[in-house]
């Protein structure tokens, strides 16, 4: 079984400009889970989706963070502008039906903002 | 926000010991997870527990819901070199939207 594949796997912006990053999570998991890891820290949700509902955004900073999931599938996660505090790996996760209480994380995408 | 206290923070022990951390909070929670992360990867799931007072092992790995609902502790027994990472803890809340909180990370270091 395939895991949860994220790209691009490293990312270098400067302050104030926009970024786009993609996760595929494993084929049949319902739900997906994109998180923020700033360095030292453990993982922070900033989304859950259910198919293509969104779940819980409530720590999305939703002034520059936006995230969907057109087709219950595959999900792009847009930052626009960066500041410098969004360096950080932005790890994606899934889960299935059954699989409510446990989630799968892809390998992240590492974010610096100059 | 809710928050999981994990200690410690970091350790350094020789190849061989066991080891052991923990994670509590204020909160009660109806799952525990732990993950290891190595560098460059994401955290990857070593052991969930679904009740309290549950004990499970995973190989090496042995891991405790606690009785209160607040707490979990994961053991290593004897150390192998491949061991060294971040641990995290993970809790998902009784109440709300169910989602998981993260512990602050144990970093393992083994001296061989």
């Known amino acids: 079984e395939a895991g949860v594949a994220q790209s691009p796997r490293y990312k270098i912006i400067e302050k104030r400009q926009s970024v786009a990053f993609w996760c595929n999570p494993i084929s049949g998991h319902a739900t997906l889970y994109w998180y923020q890891q700033i360095l030292g820290q453990g993982p922070k949700l900033l989304i859950q989706?259910?198919?293509?509902?969104?779940?819980?955004d409530s720590q999305l900073p939703k002034d520059r963070f936006s995230a969907e999931r057109l087709k219950g599938v595959d999900s792009t996660l847009k930052i626009q502008p960066a500041k410098l505090e969004d360096s950080a790996v932005y790890l994606c996760?899934?889960?299935?039906?059954?699989?409510?209480?446990?989630?799968?994380f892809g390998p992240g995408t590492r974010l610096l903002v100059l | 926000g809710q928050q999981l206290n994990q200690s410690p923070q970091s350790m350094f022990i020789q190849e061989g010991e066991d080891v052991s951390m923990n994670c509590t909070s204020s909160s009660i929670f109806n799952t525990w997870l732990w993950y290891k992360q190595d560098p460059g990867e994401g955290p990857v799931l070593l052991i969930a527990?679904?009740?309290?007072?549950e004990l499970t092992s995973n190989g090496r790995l042995t891991a405790q819901f606690g009785i209160t609902r607040k707490d979990s502790f994961l053991n290593i027994s004897a150390s192998i070199p491949s061991d060294v990472g971040i641990y995290f803890c993970?809790?998902?809340?009784?109440?709300?939207?169910?989602?998981?909180?993260f512990g602050q990370g144990t970093r393992l270091t083994i001296n061989p």
């Open positions: 993970a809790g998902r809340l009784i109440q709300g939207a169910q989602k998981l909180v």
């Open positions: 989706f259910q198919n293509n509902g969104v779940v819980d």
């Open positions: 527990l679904y009740k309290a007072g």
């Open positions: 996760a899934s889960g299935g039906r059954y699989q409510l209480k446990t989630q799968y």
